[in-house]
Every structure is written in structure tokens, then in C-alpha cells.
């Protein structure tokens, strides 16, 4: 067959492919996009996104954004510190010093919440009940194990800077910060939530024994003054609401 004849032949085809959706009415769907982009009377009030409608629908979506949580007094409030890859200054990970800071930053939320009086009792959720990396949905798994009606979660991050002298004590400078994060167990809202950031600053003294007790020093100085103002945050909260 002439070359020719193929070029003719193949150029006819595309013309009619051409020719058939030029004439093909659009999708419905299509046109109800170019609804949504002309009109300028119709708002949108769901997600269209299926993704979003397969994690949570807009009839949960619009529920849970109409109601307000019931806050009951009387109720048992589990504490967890969200387990993190801690920046560790000593140089044993598992050291008396280390511990004996955490168990003083646990009891610190713990003897505040108790104070508080709006529970009846405080209890510590322990890491060995969730993974280490643990979801909001695990979380509450474990607190209704507890039968707490809230779950207090906090965390803690902490940076040291450091300034060497020659003729002059060493400087420390570090920055705490806390996140804490109210949910509440039944219904798994989240109506509470705080960062606060504090440092604090000192110089090695000859009571300490070499720079990584100076360092302890001026991180648990710093962390305890973040969770002074974030307790007293939380406190006011809940003041406010039971």
C-alpha cells in the first residue's frame, strides 16, 4: 500500500476522534464542578474529599461540632507522659539523676490535679499500656481500662546550650517546653490544649560535681518553671468549666 494512502487514512481517524468528543456531552460530574465555581450563592458546608468521609463522615463532623462535652465531677483522670526521644545529658540514659527528675515532674501534674478537687481520683497511666509511639485512639483504649473519664497527656522537650570559659565557670542555658493535651475518654474530644515554653540559665558552681550536673541542674530548673505556668494554665481551665 502507498505511504501515502496510510498518512491520508490515519489523518481521517483523528479527525473523527476529534469530531466525537467535541460532540460528547460533559459528565455530570464535570458540570456540577462548574456549578461550584460560577455560583455565588451556594456555600459548601461538608467535606467533599472522600478521604476525609472515610476517616470520619460529615454527619459525625457536623454532631460533634454542635454538642458540647459534659464535664462531671467525680470522675477519675488518668495522667500519661507521651513517651519521646528525650534529650538526655547525662551520660547513662538510666541514671539516678534522670529518674529521680521524671518521677518529680509526674508528681508535680499529679499533686495539682489532685488539689484541684474536681476528681475523685488521680491515676498514672503507665507506658507499658500503650506502644511507643501510641495513637489518640489507644490512648483512650487504655484510660477506659482505668475507668477514667479524662486522660491528661503531657510531654516534655528540653534543649541545653552551653558556653565555655577558660578562665571562668562554664554557662548553661536551657529551654523546656510542655505540651499537654486534655481528652475526654467517652466521647474522645479534645477540648484542652497548651504549650508553654520556659529557660532557664546558670552558671556551673563549685557544689557541682562536673558539667552534666550543672547541665541536669539548669534543664530540670527550666522544666519545672514550664510546668509551674502550665499547671496554673490548666487549673484555670478547669475552673472555668466544672
Do not use: W
Not at 505511504?3 to 456540577?32: D, H, Q
Not at 459548601?44 to 470520619?56: G, K, P, T, W
Not at 529557660?199 to 541536669?216: F, G, M, N, V
Amino acid at each position: 500500500m502507498d505511504f501515502n494512502v496510510i498518512k491520508i487514512r490515519c489523518g481521517l481517524s483523528l479527525m473523527l476522534v476529534s469530531l466525537f468528543f467535541a460532540c460528547a456531552p460533559y459528565p455530570s460530574s464535570y458540570m456540577a464542578s462548574s456549578s461550584y465555581s460560577t455560583s455565588q450563592d451556594e456555600t459548601l458546608a461538608e467535606s467533599l474529599f472522600n478521604s476525609d468521609n472515610s476517616v470520619l463522615d460529615n454527619e459525625a463532623v457536623n454532631q460533634i461540632l454542635a454538642h458540647e462535652i459534659e464535664y462531671v465531677e467525680g470522675a477519675n483522670i488518668a495522667i500519661l507522659k507521651f513517651p519521646d526521644i528525650y534529650s538526655n545529658p547525662y551520660r547513662n540514659y538510666l541514671s539516678e539523676t534522670y529518674l529521680k527528675n521524671t518521677q518529680s515532674y509526674l508528681d508535680t501534674v499529679s499533686s495539682v490535679l489532685a488539689r484541684t478537687e474536681f476528681f475523685e481520683k488521680v491515676v498514672l497511666l503507665p507506658n507499658l499500656l500503650t506502644p511507643s509511639q501510641p495513637s489518640i485512639p489507644l490512648i483512650r483504649e487504655a484510660a477506659v481500662r482505668l475507668q477514667a473519664e479524662y486522660i491528661l497527656v503531657y510531654k516534655i522537650n528540653s534543649n541545653i546550650y552551653s558556653k565555655y570559659r577558660a578562665f571562668r565557670p562554664n554557662e548553661f542555658k536551657a529551654f523546656a517546653t510542655i505540651e499537654m493535651v486534655l481528652i475526654h475518654t467517652r466521647t474522645g474530644i479534645i477540648p484542652y490544649t497548651h504549650i508553654e515554653t520556659q529557660e532557664a540559665q546558670r552558671r556551673k558552681t563549685p557544689s557541682d560535681l562536673d558539667d552534666s550536673e550543672a547541665i541536669s541542674k539548669t534543664i530540670q530548673q527550666a522544666t519545672l518553671l514550664s510546668l509551674e505556668f502550665a499547671t496554673q494554665d490548666l487549673v484555670e481551665f478547669l475552673n472555668s468549666n466544672f
